[in-house]
Nanobody, 121 residues
Framework: QVQLKESGGGSVQPGGSLTLSCEVF????????MDWFRQAPGDERELVATITRGGDTLYTEAVKGRFTISRDYAKNAVHLQMNSLKPEDTAVYYC???????????????YGQGTQVTVSS
């Protein structure tokens, strides 16, 4: 099975920085897109950033210029560097991947358990 483990969340003051990391474990054949989502209390989960297998990146408008997504192909990991953090960035952040468990299977979506990011003075 595919398992994801996030790390790097915490509390920071406005204007500060955090880096989130997510490693993918288990048995799988290939990973395509790797994503970061977030969900604030009372809100729906939103896609924050995506990085394709080829390295193309997409960001939601609210984080453009402040967040950077990157991936480590050797370690099957994805990172989210978050700079100039704002109180409205406070949320639980989840990583997600699309992966094939074997060469004959379809791609499926897998998610981590989430890590809390709190931005407050």
């Amino acid at each position: 099975q595919v398992q994801l483990k996030e790390s790097g969340g915490g509390s920071v003051q406005p204007g500060g920085s955090l880096t989130l990391s997510c490693e993918v474990f288990g048995s799988f054949f290939k990973i395509s897109d790797m994503d970061w989502f977030r969900q604030a209390p009372g809100d729906e989960r939103e896609l924050v950033a995506t990085i394709t297998r080829g390295g193309d990146t997409l960001y939601t408008e609210a984080v453009k210029g402040r967040f950077t997504i990157s991936r480590d192909y050797a370690k099957n990991a994805v990172h989210l560097q978050m700079n100039s953090l704002k109180p409205e960035d406070t949320a639980v952040y989840y990583c997600g991947v699309r992966a094939q468990v074997n060469s004959d299977s379809l791609y499926d979506n897998y998610y981590g358990q989430g890590t809390q990011v709190t931005v407050s003075s």
